[in-house]
């Protein structure tokens, strides 16, 4: 169906803390390039405008596709007008959510967001049986029809489309599913993150209780004392919500259990398989192979680091901390824009030439505020637009890898939205590829410039841990989102169960190194992913491992590799992620593909054995 999904493809909370006098002027979003504002006429105007062409197409199509699938052109047409309103109702959808996404505590926003979320599964549902119908036409019908050129071009999306088949319902079901999603799984993402941006935290030594990002960000404090406070006050708020948190969990995980039962999904993360163009067998490779590698990178890591800290074990609050030897400064927003730029242009001009219109045009919007959402994120919005990135920049170095990370999502969306509204949406596999390559080609600049042997070791230290962060880390998410949804098919989930989950994944994953101290059972109640985008997780480890590879060719002057990368970013969601590795001699099915992006991480942690040993 039109997809006018809210969600947002969220980057994990960057760590530090700092002031906003500190950092200069930051930019704020500047929205009007979608509307003026909420009561702009223009709103009022395309939902109306929505609402009589999605009526428009019902009557002049509903039952008669099949029978007008031996005209390629008649079919093409119908898919250019579907296409167009997927346009503008996207638009609309997005406004409403980034509008809401600058402060989910506002209620005019929230209920701003509400009204065009419902006024938009209203509109979508009239089309419920577009998709299905192109379903319906025979194989070789639809085979002919494809090789009319007003409805090649589409061949791509009818061909994915085609992979939904067997998992699609009556179209009186899906609409009833559709419909009710508003006050199902809607509803219950809405309450989570209300619920978790009124939330306060009682930091010991503060003089106010903080919002979630800021306590987060005491978690790379310098001061132990500081780091600690902030883990016992977390660990306090979230034990005290955790019944919430786990109504929330188990409502979420039900829903996705009655729904992947009705479409006859097998496997609780078929259907993110299936949305991600990726084969489970390629997924249990990567998860096979980063389970493998824990021992040999975070455990080795981690204890590497205690001994760094003077400790025998870190607490959980430690895991983040800086390093002793080298204080993290502050980096003030314009140098962090001219570092994530600089790094880019030594890439690809034009690669910066894009970037660079996100702090020219105010599409960006990057200070700590009360109630804005937190972490960090890229929002495509719709191909007639342009992306916009959310952060909340501290001035840490993690800061300039995030923002170096959204930047990459946004050149991506950017190159990508000449495909369409149909064919410009990349899979999360895939999406992920573009921000991390942005974070190496940023980390690999700043790396060249340190001469000094003690900030070498610092930047390549924070490199190792951004990096299991986004491996080890959430393919342990992964394996706790399996135990909840598998464990959830057999009946509701105690908060007790919940938290054994998490703790047999961070005990497996970050080893004997990390000292779980009480409370840390209760830190799965914030992962947005886990309520947003089920499985998403693993998409984060899949672009890691994959831009590893990519980089090393890079090193090694692969012909043409720019061209390549750019052809592959500008192919959005048109092509198998099969087709689009080919170029560069890189199969992801091979368990060696993953192997090889994962020695990159444990060279690096070498690397810094290495530098202990010479003292």
């Excluded at 579907?82 to 609309?92: H, P, T, V, W």
């Excluded at 969306?413 to 949406?425: M, N, S």
């Amino acid at each position: 169906m039109i997809n006018h999904d809210l969600d947002r493809a969220m980057h994990a909370p960057a760590v530090g803390a700092s002031t906003a006098t500190d950092l200069g002027q930051m930019p704020e979003w500047n929205l009007a390039d979608l509307y003026a504002g909420p009561d702009a006429p223009e709103v009022d105007r395309d939902v109306a405008a929505g609402m009589a062409e999605a009526q428009r197409i019902k009557a002049a199509y509903q039952g008669k596709l099949v029978g007008l699938a031996g005209d390629g052109a008649r079919i093409a047409e119908a898919i250019i007008a579907y296409e167009k309103l997927s346009d503008l109702l996207g638009r609309l959808g997005s406004y409403a959510g980034l509008r809401y996404a600058g402060n989910q505590a506002d209620p005019a926003r929230a209920k701003f967001y509400g009204d065009i979320s419902e006024k938009l599964t209203a509109i979508s549902s009239d089309l419920i049986f577009f998709e299905l119908e192109l379903n319906q036409i025979p194989d070789d019908v639809l085979a002919k029809a494809v090789q009319v050129p007003a409805l090649a071009k589409y061949k791509p999306w009818l061909d994915d489309l085609r992979k939904e088949k067997p998992y699609q319902l009556e179209e009186r079901i899906e609409q009833l599913f559709h419909e009710k999603s508003q006050t199902g799984r809607g509803a219950w993402n809405r309450l989570f993150n209300e619920t978790m941006t009124a939330l306060r935290f009682p930091v010991e030594g503060e003089p106010e209780p903080l919002a979630l990002e800021p306590t987060l960000n005491r978690l790379s404090d310098p001061a132990e004392p500081k780091r600690r406070a902030a883990a016992e006050a977390l660990a306090k708020v979230f034990g005290e919500n955790v019944r919430l948190f786990t109504l929330i969990t188990n409502t979420l995980a039900k829903d996705k259990e009655i729904s992947d039962r009705w479409r006859d999904f097998k496997d609780v993360a078929d259907s993110r398989h299936l949305g991600n163009k990726v084969e489970a067998p390629v997924v249990d490779a990567l998860v096979e192979a980063v389970r493998e590698s824990y021992p040999r990178l975070s455990h080795r890591y981690y204890r590497m680091k205690a001994r760094w800290l003077g400790m025998d074990k870190l607490s959980h609050w430690d895991r983040n901390a800086p390093l002793p030897e080298k204080p993290e400064r502050v980096i003030a927003w314009p140098e962090a824009r001219d570092m994530v730029l600089t790094a880019y242009s030594g890439f690809a001009p034009e690669m910066a030439g894009i970037a660079a219109k996100f702090f020219d045009n105010n599409w960006i919007d990057a200070p700590v505020r009360p109630g804005k959402a937190p972490g960090a994120f890229a929002h495509p919005t719709v191909p007639s637009a342009h992306p916009y990135v959310l952060l909340n920049y501290q001035g840490k170095s993690r800061d300039v890898m995030t923002l170096a990370h959204e930047l990459g999502h946004g050149v991506h969306q950017v190159l990508a939205a000449q495909q369409g509204p149909l064919l410009a949406h990349t899979p999360l596999t895939l999406a992920e590829t573009a921000s991390v390559f942005g974070e190496m080609l940023t980390f690999q600049a700043l790396l060249k410039g340190a001469t000094d042997r003690r900030e070498r070791k610092a930047l390549i230290a924070g490199k190792v841990e951004d990096m299991l962060n986004t491996v080890v880390r959430q393919i342990a998410f992964y394996s706790f989102e399996r135990k909840v949804h598998e464990a959830r098919r057999n009946g509701e989930l105690t908060s007790e169960d919940l938290n054994r989950f998490w703790m047999e994944v961070q005990h497996e994953s970050l080893g004997d190194a990390i000292d779980f101290k009480p409370g840390y059972e209760v830190f799965w109640t914030y992962i947005p992913h886990f309520i947003h985008s089920p499985f998403y997780v693993y998409a984060y480890a899949f672009g890691d491992c994959l831009v590893n590879s990519l980089y090393a060719l890079y090193e090694e002057a692969h012909p043409g590799f720019v061209q390549k990368y750019f052809a592959m970013l500008m192919a959005g969601g048109s092509k198998h992620h099969s087709e689009l590795l080919a170029p560069f001699g890189l199969d992801a099915s091979r368990p060696e593909f993953w192997k090889k992006g994962l020695g990159m991480l444990s060279r690096m942690i070498d690397e810094l054995e290495a530098m202990e040993g010479a003292g």
